[in-house]
């Protein structure tokens, strides 16, 4: 599986926009990248996932460079809510093992008052 | 729609001791996962299970760690004797088919344990 690298914390202002960096260069063309949040004591909670072009739903958007090496998480708002957990994941579209999560360390991103 | 449930919450055990947790999917689920979470990392596969079936034990401790899913429903982990090194939270998440890359996994709030 193609590893990710994200920063360990960030700080962001309350009701400003949260941009996590993610890097993903061994990423192949087929595989997906998927973003999750875990907020303390809770499990991991489903944010959003692309393959190669942006998307955005209610929670964020997904930003994915155009050679697929790199992509950010936009939270358009942070709210304190927001503070957690943000897991980067590749995932294989087939395969064994490709319909698991392998989870790295994340961001821990604080949004301050 | 009910998610996934974990019991218990918390656990505190000696080493040495036996321990099982228990999970029950969103219903209609197919695909049932057991996590391990160590303070400070991510979750960390430990079992997949297709209905009744293991589908990936591969990074399952079997001298001590073992796992059911007899009616492809829900699922115990067992720990059986355990050691300081099993303190973690437990994570149980179900997925609707395990059969498609783009397919969603939703987690439990997790079993706490720890061992003394």
């Known amino acids: 599986d193609a590893k990710t690298t994200q920063p360990t914390s960030m700080d962001c202002a309350e009701g400003r926009a949260a941009n996590l960096p993610c890097n993903h260069s061994?990423?192949?063309?087929?595989?997906?990248v998927y973003w999750y949040r875990q907020i303390h004591s809770q499990g991991p909670q489903y944010i959003i996932h692309?393959?190669?072009n942006n998307e955005t739903n209610e929670m964020a958007s997904l930003i994915i460079t155009e050679d697929r090496k790199s992509s950010t998480l936009i939270l358009p708002h942070a709210t304190l809510r927001d503070t957690a957990v943000y897991y980067c994941?590749?995932?294989?579209?087939?395969?064994?093992?490709?319909?698991?999560?392998?989870f790295g360390k994340g961001t821990k991103l604080s949004v301050i008052p | 729609e009910a998610g996934v449930a974990q019991s218990p919450r918390y656990k505190i055990i000696e080493k040495r001791q036996s321990v099982a947790f228990w999970c029950n999917p969103i219903?209609?689920?197919?695909?049932l996962y057991w996590y391990q979470q160590i303070l400070g990392q991510g979750p960390k596969l430990l079992i997949q299970?297709?209905?009744?079936?293991?589908?990936?034990d591969s990074q399952l401790p079997k001298d001590r760690f073992s796992a059911e899913r007899l009616k492809g429903v829900d699922s115990t982990l067992k720990i059986q004797p355990a050691k300081l090194e099993d303190s973690a939270v437990y994570l149980c998440?179900?997925?609707?088919?395990?059969?498609?890359?783009?397919?969603?996994?939703?987690f439990g709030s997790g079993t706490q344990l720890s061992v003394l």
């Open positions: 299970f297709q209905n009744n079936g293991v589908v990936d």
């Open positions: 994941i590749v995932r294989p579209p087939s395969g064994a093992g490709s319909y698991q999560l392998t």
């Open positions: 061994t990423i192949s063309g087929n595989e997906y």
């Open positions: 998440a179900s997925s609707l088919a395990g059969g498609k890359a783009n397919e969603k996994l939703f």
């Open positions: 219903s209609g689920h197919a695909t």
């Open positions: 692309g393959l190669k």
